[in-house]
């Protein structure tokens, strides 16, 4: 069990680029969950895959983002033309099933510029 | 009405004493409740989950869950230094459907004084 694992740790953009973030959840876990974090803030849920099937997605998540996750294995997160409202921590987490203990990764600080 | 409450603190507390933190839930139907710690500039680490009423003891840590009154408090014994962080609360919640994605809490923060 290595955890889950995201890349890349920082990202500093300048408004208006395209960025992209990769998650690479526990082996094992066939359910994957990106959420958003800003400052004395909880995380709040992005989005969710069982494998590689998106089943859920935020009303957080404008048009502007978009999540994969091929094969049901890694998964990526894109967030085009950022703002500076997109600066935050970018949370991964993976389960086993329903209920069951979400593990996060380190987390991608993303800062728009 | 937020769907997970906790107070942001800072709940502060002499080294060696008990903290105890709060939360509660809007959802009666919820059925699995979690509690992640989170150190400044670091990602949630998860400490204790707990499914059922009553409570539940880790070594230092004890979950205990009411449904009946939808709240979930976490105690931490014998409180360190090294405990001060933000504490995550976080409920699976039954409106959620089948996704097992977590509402959280905004956290409280704790200050263990030397």
């Known amino acids: 069990d290595t955890g889950v694992s995201q890349n890349p740790r920082h990202k500093i953009t300048k408004r208006g680029q395209n960025v992209t973030f990769r998650c690479d959840p526990i082996s094992e876990h066939n359910r994957l969950y990106w959420y958003r974090q800003t400052l004395g803030q909880g995380p709040e849920f992005l989005t969710y895959?069982?494998?590689?099937?998106?089943?859920?997605k935020s009303r957080l998540l404008s048009d502007r983002f978009s999540a994969e996750r091929p094969k049901g294995s890694f998964s990526t997160l894109e967030i085009q033309r950022t703002e500076q409202g997109d600066s935050a921590m970018y949370l991964c987490?993976?389960?086993?099933?329903?209920?069951?203990?979400?593990?996060f990764g380190q987390g991608t600080r993303l800062t728009v510029v | 009405q937020k769907e997970v409450e906790q107070n942001s603190g800072p709940l502060s507390v002499p080294e060696g004493a008990i903290a105890s933190l709060n939360c509660t839930y809007s959802?009666?139907?919820?059925?699995?409740f979690f509690w992640y710690r989170q150190y400044s500039g670091k990602s949630p680490e998860l400490i204790m989950f707990i499914y059922s009423n009553g409570d539940k003891e880790d070594g230092r840590f004890t979950a205990q869950l009411n449904k009946a009154s939808q709240y979930v408090s976490l105690l931490i014994r014998d409180s360190q230094p090294s405990d001060s962080a933000t504490y995550l609360c976080a409920v699976n919640m039954f409106g959620s459907g089948n996704t097992g994605k977590l509402i959280f809490g905004q956290g409280t923060t704790l200050q263990v004084k030397p």
């Open positions: 895959f069982q494998n590689e099937a998106q089943l859920e």
């Open positions: 959802d009666r139907g919820s059925q699995s």
């Open positions: 987490a993976s389960s086993l099933e329903q209920g069951a203990r979400a593990f």
